[in-house]
């Protein structure tokens, strides 16, 4: 009998660990892989949802890139990278001006997924 308990609590202890491993390498994995991008700005918007009793609210940002493609960027705040500016960049990106942005992040259209950023240069 305590063969089978000190058996069930490794287990749990293995699976906690797992799930740690997973967590924290889904963080780095999304978070620390900075892209650069010059891009011109487009057009900015601000998608805000609601489900029952909870909202939430991000930025996205349009522009395109020196090669003519046309990108799509979220701007929220990041926790991990200590981003807390989000509304401040939002007011200082303007229309038809062309910024070097870095992203951290991935795009994935299916799942609506967007490449964060993180930092803003304006290019003069």
Request: aromatic share 12%; proline share 1%.
């Amino acid at each position: 009998m305590i063969r089978k308990k000190n058996t069930r609590t490794f287990f749990v202890v293995i699976m906690i660990a797992i799930m740690l491993v997973l967590l924290i390498g889904q963080e780095a994995i999304f978070n620390f892989n900075d892209t650069e991008y010059t891009i011109t700005i487009t057009d900015k918007e601000r998608i805000y949802t609601e489900d029952g009793n909870s909202s939430s609210s991000k930025y996205l940002i349009f522009g395109d890139d020196q090669n003519g493609n046309s990108l799509v960027f979220e701007n929220t705040d990041c926790f991990i990278r200590g981003k807390w500016n989000s509304s401040n960049i939002q007011g200082q990106l303007k229309n038809n001006n062309t910024y070097k942005i870095t992203v951290i992040g991935y795009r994935v259209p299916f799942l609506s997924w967007y490449q964060n950023i993180i930092k803003i240069e304006e290019v003069k």
